[in-house]
């Protein structure tokens, strides 16, 4: 686990690091939800354009509790764009994914356990987004999270800030 969030902050730290030009760079608050267990959550994207239509977007969502369980992810997508207009534009998007979920329960002697569990998956979905203001985007995206023993499709809207 250790050695994948640093390999993932040094991934994200050179991707940075290729950044050329004003709005390449933007962060976006988002809302997920997330099917499997009704998990509604928070999570925060960056996204990094580093060539023409393409975007990178690594991100955290952390789930609130739910049906006693509780969970975060952390994906890398890439976003492929596709302009319709000046404000629209839509991108499918696939990557990877990391999913830590913890359920607690109550054993056969009545006292409280819990059990934590790994996976690692990938992403495949699409999303749209809408620019409001030069900085200002809203978007939505749709993904399937495919895992072992964990699947899941999971809804995001979000504001996306570009600096």
């Known amino acids: 686990m250790k050695k994948f969030m640093l390999f993932a902050l040094m991934a994200i730290t050179a991707v940075m690091g290729m950044r050329a030009e004003e709005g390449d760079l933007s962060v976006a608050p988002e809302f997920a939800f997330g099917s499997k267990c009704s998990q509604p959550g928070v999570g925060l994207q960056i996204m990094i354009e580093p060539a023409g239509n393409w975007r990178i977007a690594p991100e955290l969502i952390l789930y609130f509790k739910n049906k006693n369980r509780t969970s975060y992810d952390f994906n890398l997508n890439v976003h ?12 499918p998007l696939a990557g990877i994914s990391y999913v830590n979920i913890k359920t607690e329960y109550i054993d056969v002697d009545g006292k409280k356990d819990s059990h934590k569990y790994d996976r690692f998956g990938g992403n495949v979905g699409g999303g749209i987004q809408y620019k409001f203001k030069d900085y200002l985007y809203f978007f939505g995206e ?20 570009a600096f």
């Open 80 to 91: 492929y764009l596709f302009h319709t207009n000046e404000h629209f534009a839509l991108y």
């Open 142 to 161: 749709e993904r399937f999270q495919f895992m072992k023993s964990n699947c899941q499709a999971v809804t995001i809207l979000g504001a996306r800030i």
